[in-house]
C-alpha cells in the first residue's frame, strides 16, 4: 500500500489491521533501525556528523531533514543506510507472519524506490492536493509552502497511478473510505490470499464474454510482466505481451496474456514454481499448442490467483514455432486495421454462438488465425518484420 502524504494511507492500514491483517509499516521501521544504541544510527552520525543528535543521544529528526530535503546527494546517502535495514527487517517480519496471514506493506516511497513489483498487488491511497494541503496543515502543524513543498518531493499522482492495481479515494468521509476498504478486503485481498495458498486460480466465466478494448491493458500488462521478470530471475529469454488484450482497439476477453519464452520445459518449471511470488500458479494437466506444421509443441500455463486481474501466461520452450506466431500475430494487427476489424467481427459471431467452454470458443478460432498468420507471414516477409 502506498500514496501520498497526507492521502490517509494511516486510516486504511488501521482498518486494514482491524480486518487481521498484519501490518509493517516501513515508515515505523525506518524509525526503528535508526533508534539509540542502533548501527543504523552510528553510521547516519558517520555520515551526517553528531549535529545530527538531540541531547538524549538520540536521532534529531528535524535536523537531518533540513540536511536532506534540498539536497539530493544527501538524501541518497541517507537512503543506502536505511533503505536496506527496511527491507531486511520487513523480510524478517514477513517470515514471521502466520502462513495464512494477508501482509500489507505500508510503503511511503514504493513508487519512488522502484519496488512495486516485489509485491503480489500494489493497492494506492489517493486524494486531491487540495484535500491533503488542508490536512497536512491541520494536522501536522505545516505551513501551506512546507506541505506544498513535501507533496512536490514525492512521486506524481500519475505516477503512483500507473503503479496501481487497485486504487482507494480518501476524498470523502471517514465512512466511505472504510466502505472502499471493506470491499477491497473482502472482494480482492482474502480470496486472494486463499487462492494463491491453496494454488488455485481465481474464479471465471465458463464462456466466452467479450469487452470493449480498455486503454489501460497495455499498462496492466507491463505491471505484470515486471513482477514476471523479478520473480523469474534469470530464467526467461524474453517476455512480452500477447494476445487480444495487446492490440489496440481490438474487444476481447478481459484477460490478460502474456508468454514467457525458456530454454527449454525443465527451465519452465522452476520458473513456473518461482511465478507464485506474481501471484500466479501453475495449472495442471498437460498443456500444449497446436503447431501449423501438425505438431503438438508442449507448454506449461500459469493463471492469476488474483480475482481483480485474469490473466494466462504462457511458458514455452524457444524451439517451439508458437511463441513466434504470436508475436508476428500481434505485430500484424497492430498494423493493419482491416485485419483487427475481420478478427473483431469473427471473435463477436462466436462469442455470441453457443458453446460450453472458453476452450471451445478458442477452438472455433482456429481457422482464422490460420488463416490471419498465412497474411502475417506474406507481410513480415514483406517488411523484414523479426520477432
Known sequence: MTGGIGAGKSEVARRLADHSAFVIDADQLAREVVAPGTEGLLEVV??????????????????????????????RKLEAIVHPRVRERTRQLT?????????????????????????HLVVVVEAAATTRLARLVASRGLTREQAEARIRAQASDADRRAAADGLL??????????????????????????NLRHRRRAPRPARAV???????????????IARIRRAAA??????????????????????LDVQVVLP?????????????????????GDWWDNGWDGRRHPKLMTMNADPGRAANVHLREVSSPAWRDALLLRDWLRA???????????????????????????????PWIASALARADAWAAGTGWRP
Open 46 to 75: 558517520a555520515a551526517f556528523g553528531t549535529g545530527m543528535l538531540n541531547r538524549d543521544g538520540g536521532l534529531d529528526r528535524a535536523a537531518l531533514a533540513a540536511a536532506v530535503f534540498d539536497d539530493p546527494s544527501a538524501r
Open 95 to 119: 517470515e514471521a507472519a502466520p502462513p495464512d496471514a494477508i501482509v500489507v506493506n505500508d510503503v511511503p516511497l514504493l513508487v519512488e524506490t522502484g519496488l512495486a513489483a516485489a509485491y
Open 169 to 194: 479515494t480518501n476524498d470523502r468521509t471517514l465512512a466511505d473510505l472504510y466502505a472502499a476498504v471493506d470491499a477491497t478486503w473482502r472482494g480482492r485481498l482474502v480470496p486472494f490470499e486463499a
Open 210 to 224: 467479450l469487452v470493449a478494448p480498455e486503454a489501460t491493458w497495455p499498462a496492466q500488462a507491463e505491471r505484470l
Open 234 to 255: 534469470d530464467g526467461p529469454l524474453r517476455v512480452d505481451h500477447i494476445g487480444s488484450t495487446s492490440v489496440p482497439g481490438l474487444v476481447a476477453k478481459d484477460v
Open 264 to 284: 527449454d520445459l525443465a527451465v519452465a518449471a522452476e520458473v513456473a514454481e518461482r511465478l507464485l511470488a506474481a501471484g500466479l500458479v501453475r495449472q495442471p
Open 336 to 366: 493493419t486495421p482491416s485485419g483487427v476489424e475481420e478478427y473483431a467481427a469473427r471473435k463477436r459471431d462466436l462469442a455470441a454462438r453457443p458453446h460450453d467452454s472458453i476452450d471451445a470458443y478458442a477452438e472455433a478460432k482456429t
